[in-house]
C-alpha cells in the first residue's frame, strides 16, 4: 500500500472508532444531551487535525528529501582461517544492493541518506563452514527509507560460496564471475534483478523466485547450462541465439566439449521480462 493511502486508511479508522464510541455512548445515556451538542458543533476539528497531521508528514518528507549528505559505513565481516566454504544469508528490504569480489576481506558498505538503520550481522564457524547471516529490520516509513539505500556486499575469492537472499522491493545486481558459488537461492518479491555468472569449478545450482519485476542472467561462455522455467507463461528473451528450448520449456546451451563445470537454473513466479544471455567476453 502507498504510504499516503495508509497514513490515509490511518485517520479514517481513527475517525470511524471515535464516532463509534460516541454514538455508542449516547445511546448508553453516558453522553448526555448537551455534551452531544457541543461534539456536533465542534466535529469539524476532526478535519483539521487530520490535515495538520498529513502537513506535517508531508513537510518532514520535504526536509528529508532536500537533505545531500549520505551516511557511509563499513562492517568488516571476518572469516576463520580454518573455513573451507562460505554460507552468506543476506534479508534486505526497500533499496540497492550489490555483490560482488572483494580481493581482500568480506565487508558489507551501507550507504543511506536520512536516518540511519544499522544492519544485524552474525559470523559464526560451524565445523569447516563459515555462517554469515546479514539482515535489517524493516523501516516504519519506507518511503522515505528507500530515497538512497544502498548495500554493497563483498566477498572474498577464494573459498566456495553458498548464497540465500531474501528482498523485498530491491534492485539487485551481483557479479559473481570471479566467486566460486555453488549454491544460489533467491526469493524476491519485487524490483529489477541482474546476475552476472561465472565459471563453475564443478557445479553450480540456482533456485530464483521473482515475482513482478525483471529478471537478467548472464552465462559464462563455454559452460553447459540448463534453465528450468516453471512459469510456462514467462516472456524469455536471449538475444545471442546460444540457447535451444527442449520439448520440455526448458532451455540448454550447446555443450562444451572441455566443460569442466555446469550450471543448472530452476526459474519460478511472475516474471515480466526474463533475459538469457551468454557472456562473449569480459570485454564485453
Known sequence: MHPLARRISFLVSA????????????????ISDAAKNIAL??????????GIMLFVDSSKKRRFTRATTATTRHFPIRIEGSAKEVSCRVQFSYGRL?????PGDTRLVTEQMGPVIAPSISNETVGSVS??????SQPLFPAHFQLRNTWRLEVSRGLPLSLALQLHAVSLSMDLRKLDVEALDLSADSGSQEILIGAPRKKLAAQLSCASGDLSIVLPPGVFAWVRLLN??????????????????????????NAAGSIEITIDGPIRNLVLDIEGGLDS
Open 15 to 30: 475517525f470511524t472508532l471515535i464516532i463509534g464510541l460516541f454514538l455508542l455512548g449516547y445511546n448508553l445515556h453516558v
Open 41 to 50: 458543533n465542534l466535529w469539524p476539528l476532526l478535519l483539521v487535525l487530520a
Open 98 to 102: 550489490v555483490i560482488a569480489d572483494s
Open 131 to 136: 555462517e554469515i547471516s546479514i539482515a535489517t
Open 232 to 257: 510456462p507463461f514467462c516472456r524469455v528473451d536471449y538475444p545471442q541465439g546460444d540457447m535451444e528450448k527442449r520439448e520440455d520449456g526448458s532451455l540448454v546451451t550447446a555443450a562444451a566439449p
